[in-house]
């Protein structure tokens, strides 16, 4: 098992393992490697040196074969100390600059190295390898002995053993499970825009991942910043190896107490997410073929006839004139800006697709694209290897020239013609896709040259084993370089290019940028929904893992197409999709042309019921969920969060995936299996209380909470799984107790629902306490935060006494809300006055309260108080 491959690309020979200079040994399963490297390969360290900001030392080459030609013979090693819980390290050329991801958010780090470092470093000289400790348990958390160093110029690869076996993270890529399978696996890493059939190389790239090393929640994470086409391995020791076919072996370790520290570490380093506007948390419905502007203004109204929380709606590339960007078609789509007007008249948003490739062709009259025209005068556009020709290839337009979001000129081009769009159609936010960048030729018009970046002697395991199929030709050119280097970096630059055309259009509102490919630092622009899907039983279940990594990865913001894009979707499935996919921090529903338009807003039977149900409560917990955004946004904490980032004490929950948790508190449990209506669902050890037993003036007692719960001892039985009893119309909601949730009165939009009375939710634990907090400012204006210009309240309960603790209160407009409703549960006393104090001075008056202890069941009666608050 610790054999590290030596033929990683191709069926494995003796001859070509000798060649290479690796030992050959067949074994009797083929999928251990039968060439491995022995001690001949790798690099020696000479002269390490102590620097300001680490140790640096030369790394000279062991004479042995090549795999892939041009090996450096030596390379510079240096090692940054950055902080106590994070070491970086590099290995560069020696002589000459290699390509460095020009990556907006990172500042160098010139020293000095911390003096409180929780972690000791080891460099080995002979041959070299790195070990990174943490000095505590003296785990070693990386240690590159495992294998050899190989520093080619288009190939570079390092092992790195871990110590223990629960890892999450890498992508983007359709992950069945959460936590990683060690069994042999290749992940290629190189975004592309894949047809859903290839449900496992996907549109990001993204290569954190976080390991747990033991109950007491330490853990660590690892970053390689690259951008080239790549490949990780995992084998079963656990070693992870990457195979990387460019730029520079760049590291960062970090090390948390838990697994939620280290994902917060991360982000600290590429940039903490985006704070979303409030209106982008409200249901989004989207759907690919709207033929005209009727079909879309039917949708609209009947959602609204039957109620459904919905404030957004999304057109697709139907929109356009002949799916030119920044076009609308005047005939199919005529009326559209009286449609947006209407919209807003509503309380609603509408958001428009934008894909970049840009057509080099005419208007349907004959008439110059401006749009086109505008770019080619300012020179925007991707060239070929020359440095001058633009580059041409082809999607939904016809032929097409590619914006390179990369240069400076082009993101003042883009932000104008977003903004001269807005002029003509309102649109409130932008849903860019297509961003890999998707090509429907290979390589360009002319294919692609046969040079080094087109056919790298190394080629990842990617879509066709080509790097340029479905994209533009790697030897193309942009500002930040090199198409083989850069590539993976389109979409990422083209969120940064998105949001200064959304501060060019909207001044001081944060909008919304939905994108499709992704890179390290995305999240600080825009969100993300996880790419094509089909409508399938599993993909649905799948959707999960796929949000909870886009949590690690720093994009908070994430969901999958509701009902499922591809494929006629089923009744049951539609509605046991939208139960889950109110609970997706990014909700929205769309799916694909050609197949059947989808329930719940299209034609029934739907699942009104459920959707409406659930969508409910989406809103009514929204501010809540608008405070964890807060929290994402200000110190890196997940929104949907994975339970073993709550119990990983309980080591059973590192492999929980098909539940998940809202913050620390709202364990959310879908049913996933067709024709189930009892989900095997773990119980975290904690006090739950059902939240729609609660929540509809409902008593929860041992009765009331069983039927829900098939199998007794439901109350008693924690850190175990109980079977819960999900029908048709259910979705599993629980309320950890120790916690306080803001809630607020629902309704259709957020526009309305952000006006009606707010309330708390008072979880009791076996101690019968409680906190929580609450985040509130005018849920569109950018960097309230930093103008001071929100309110924030914390709330705890402890003896009897429910204390909040306003420690912002400068937004004026929210003072005037108050909290009307506030529901304690599981209080164990009988109440007999509730009374109000102020700064500890008890005010004359009473709180008007209700108690119900006649459904009471021992040990966790419920209390219901209902009292209004002043917000002063
Ligand atoms: C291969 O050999 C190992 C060790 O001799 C043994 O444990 C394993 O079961 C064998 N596997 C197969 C597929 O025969
Ligand atoms: C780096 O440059 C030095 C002299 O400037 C030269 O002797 C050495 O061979 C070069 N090393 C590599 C790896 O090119
Ligand atoms: C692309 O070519 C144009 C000339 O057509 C030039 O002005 C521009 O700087 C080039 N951009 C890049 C990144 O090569
Ligand atoms: C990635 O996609 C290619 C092409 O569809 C496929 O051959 C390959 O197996 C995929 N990689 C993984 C890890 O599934
Ligand atoms: C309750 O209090 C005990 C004693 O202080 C403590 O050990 C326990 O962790 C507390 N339980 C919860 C859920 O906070
Ligand atoms: C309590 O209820 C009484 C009678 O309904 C009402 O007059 C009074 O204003 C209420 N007090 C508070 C604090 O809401």
Known sequence: ?????????????????????????????????????????????????????????????????????????????????????????????????????????????????????????????????????????????????????????????????????YIYGIGEHNHKRFRHDLYWKTWPIFTRDQTPADYTNRTGHHTFFMCIEDTSGRSFGVFLMNSNAMEIFIQPPPVVTYRVTGGILDFYIFLGDTPEQVVQQYQELIGLPAMPAYWTLGFQLSRWSYTSLDVVKEVVKRNRDAGIPYDTQVTDIDYMEDKKDFTYDTVAFKGLPEFVQDLHDHGQKYVIILDPAISIGKRANGAAYETYDRGTAQHVWVNESDGTTPIIGEVWPGLTVYPDFTSPQCIDWWADECDRFHQEVSYDGLWIDMNEVSSFVQGSLKGCEENKWNYPPFTPDILDKILYSKTICMDSMQYWGRQYDVHSLYGYSMAIATEKAVQKVFPNKRSFILTRSTFAGTGKHAAHWLGDNFATWEQMEWSITGMLEFSLFGIPLVGADICGFVGDTTEELCRRWMQLGAFYPFSRNHNSETYEALCPFSFSPCPFKSSRHYLTIRYTLLPFLYTLFYKAHQFGETVARPILHE?????????????????????????????????????????????????????????????????????????????????????????????????????????????????????????????????????????TIQNDNYILYTFSVSNNALKITCTHSSYQEGTSLAFETIKILGLTDSVTEVRVAENNQALNSHANFTYDASNQYQPLPLLILYFALSWK
């Open 1 to 165: 098992n610790e054999r590290i491959n030596c033929i990683p690309e191709q069926f494995p020979t003796q001859a070509i393992c000798a060649q290479r200079g690796c030992c050959w040994r067949p074994w009797n399963d083929s999928i251990i490697p039968w060439c491995f490297f022995a001690e001949n390969h790798g690099y020696n360290a000479q002269g390490i040196e102590t620097i300001s900001t680490g140790v640096e030392a030369q790394l000279n080459r062991i004479s042995s074969p090549t795999l892939f030609g041009n090996d450096l013979n030596s390379v510079l090693f240096t090692t940054e100390s950055q902080t106590p819980n994070r070491f970086r390290f590099k290995i560069t050329d020696l002589n000459k600059s290699r390509y460095e991801v020009p990556h907006q958010y990172l500042k160098s780090f010139t020293g000095p190295a911390t003096s409180e470092a929780l972690y000791d470093v080891i460099v080995n000289e002979t041959p070299f390898s790195i070990q990174v400790i943490r000095k505590s348990n003296k785990n070693i958390l990386f240690d590159s002995s495992i294998g050899p160093l190989v520093y080619a110029d288009q190939y570079l690869q390092i092992s790195t053993r871990l110590p223990s076996e």
């Open 647 to 783: 119990f990983y004490e309980d080591k059973n929950s590192w492999i929980e995936d098909t539940q998940f948790l809202w913050g620390p508190s709202l364990l959310i449990t879908p049913v996933l299996k067709q024709g189930a209506d009892t989900v095997s669902a773990y119980i975290p050890d904690a006090t739950w209380y059902d939240y729609e037993t609660v929540s509809n003036e409902g008593v929860l007692t041992c009765s009331n909470v069983f039927s829900y719960i098939k199998y007794l001892s439901y109350c008693q039985k924690k850190k175990q799984r109980v079977d819960m009893y999900l029908p048709a119309d259910k979705i599993g909601l629980h309320l950890r107790g120790g916690y306080i949730i803001p809630i607020q009165q629902p309704s259709v939009t957020t526009t309305a629902s952000r006006m009606n009375p707010l309330g708390l939710i008072i979880a009791l634990n076996e101690n019968n306490t409680a906190e929580g907090d609450f985040f509130w400012d005018d849920g569109e204006t950018t960097d």
